[in-house]
């Protein structure tokens, strides 16, 4: 599944408050295996097969990362 296909399963996550069950959530959508929280520590390696969640300072979920 490239980077298109799976933001169109998880976007509509976009404006619900952040939980750290929702990684889960994201991988059984999307099969990658990979998924960084709002606040978790991750590395600077380019890996295709990671979503970065990102939020605001609410823990709202504004978007995602492919990186």
Partial sequence: MNNDEAL???KHL???RYVP???AYITELTGR???VGV???ST???NPNRI???GDEKLCIVGFNFT
């Fill in 8 to 10: 169109q399963l998880i």
């Fill in 39 to 41: 606040n978790d520590a």
């Fill in 52 to 54: 970065q969640i990102r």
């Fill in 44 to 46: 600077k390696d380019i």
């Fill in 14 to 16: 976009i404006g619900t």
């Fill in 21 to 23: 069950s929702v990684k």
């Fill in 33 to 35: 295996e990979r998924v």
